[in-house]
């Protein structure tokens, strides 16, 4: 496994790579913004994938019981998560079922809780379907790390809103909440009857010694309603194969959410997705194991970067997840006049923050899942762009 190796993506329809033009202006930019790996995937996957190619009867699927075996017994192993199989439900990505709950279990109008800034999707869940965006914006604690507002949540809660969306780790900030954090988090939802919907699509990319607290466990012993969203996608680099699931325990929200998706006819199996996640699940924790080896020696050279030539920015270093946060607010740059700065000074495409939310104003988010000499270019052109 050559994670050194460039391997060209233009010309393949990559959502992060050929629409450079169309978004920064210009085909002469370094992207590590959107949140796919440039790394091949696991050899298995793709000797997965090509057989079932070579299947050449492309039909409806059905859910195997392999697919359902080896996605349990890696839970189980890795996360120390026994995972009921009868409640898991098929989705085509996460944020389709977090979007499904909420329609479910909230009216047009309802407050419903993210926060801030987080994964940008959650505020256009919430939006986007007419529900009232409550904001309890993450804190920055004093080891520089975010930290919940449990008392601002807690007046939320008590002001009646009943639903809050968790992003567990946390993009874009890599924090891996501990258990006693889903403890508290969990307790207080219990005390209002709210419903949690906990996104975990960031897993499984959890550098040592943080480990990864699934939250539904706690949530079960505290009797807290929630629902957590899951996915190989993310952690074997397969986000082109929709093959999402949501754990739903309880067996009243699980039907509901089986009846919408197949309202919308998004029941059915994509063809490719039962062979690649199973192989995922069986052969890939190896791959995995060397992805995080070499990311986080990325974010490493990043921070050492950021740290010796531009000493004023400060990086949040991640628990998990391959992307770094950094502090850009000593810059005093506008969220336009940054995206500018990045696109036409700095030749680089990282995430501008404040997409995430207010609280992310001043920031950027840089992928680092991409090989070391590209991360390396592009957070120096960011920094020496400063100099001029
Ligand atoms: C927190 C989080 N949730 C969900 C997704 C996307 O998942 P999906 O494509 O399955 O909706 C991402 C992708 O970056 C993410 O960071």
Redesign the pocket.
């Known amino acids: 496994m050559d994670f050194d190796r460039e391997h060209p993506r233009r010309g393949t329809a990559s959502y992060k790579w050929d629409q450079l033009g169309a978004l920064f202006g210009s085909e002469d930019v370094l992207p590590l913004w959107v ?1 796919d790996m440039d790394f091949p995937c696991a050899p298995e996957i793709v000797a997965a994938t090509v057989k079932r190619a070579e299947e050449a009867l492309y039909g409806y699927t059905i859910r195997t019981p392999e697919w359902e075996q080896s996605l349990c017994a890696w839970y189980a192993s890795r996360h120390r998560w026994d995972i009921d199989p009868a409640s898991v439900v098929t989705t085509p ?4 079922a977090l979007a499904m709950a909420v329609e479910l279990h909230t009216q047009p109008g309802d407050a419903v809780v993210l926060q801030s800034p987080v ?1 940008h999707p959650f505020s256009d869940v919430i939006r986007l379907q007419e529900r009232t965006l409550v904001d309890n914006a993450l804190v920055i604690d004093d080891r520089g790390k975010y930290a919940m507002d449990l008392d601002g949540l807690r007046a939320h809660l008590q002001a009646g809103a009943r639903v809050v969306l968790l ?1 567990n780790p946390h ?1 874009p900030g890599g924090r891996v909440w501990e258990a006693s954090v889903l403890d508290a988090l969990a307790g207080l939802c219990a005390e209002y009857d709210a419903l949690v919907l906990s ?1 975990e ?2 897993a499984d990319i959890v550098f040592a010694p943080h480990t990864f607290c699934p939250f539904l466990p706690i949530a079960q012993q505290r009797g807290t309603r929630a629902i957590s969203l899951l ?1 190989a ?2 952690t074997f680099n397969i ?1 082109g194969i929709p093959s ?1 699931f949501a754990i739903v325990p309880d067996g009243h929200m699980r039907q509901a959410l089986m009846r919408r998706l197949r309202s919308m006819s998004l029941h059915m199996q994509p063809f490719f997705a039962q062979p690649a996640v199973t192989a995922a699940y069986r052969y890939g924790a190896s791959w995995l194991d060397a992805v995080l080896a070499y990311v986080w020696d990325n974010i490493c050279a990043a921070i050492d970067i950021v740290q010796t030539r531009a000493p004023a920015l400060r990086c949040m270093v991640p628990e998990g997840t391959y992307l770094l946060w950094v502090d850009v607010r000593a810059l005093g740059l506008s969220p336009d006049a940054l995206r500018t700065f990045m696109y036409t000074r700095a030749r680089v495409a990282f995430n501008e923050g404040s997409m995430f939310g207010h609280t992310g104003r001043g920031f950027v988010r840089i992928n680092c899942a991409c090989p070391r000499a590209r991360v390396v270019q592009a957070v120096g052109q960011f920094v020496d762009a400063l100099g001029h």
């Open positions: 949140a990505s996460v944020v389709t994964y992003c993009n996104d699509i960031h996915s996608t993310k986000p999402a």
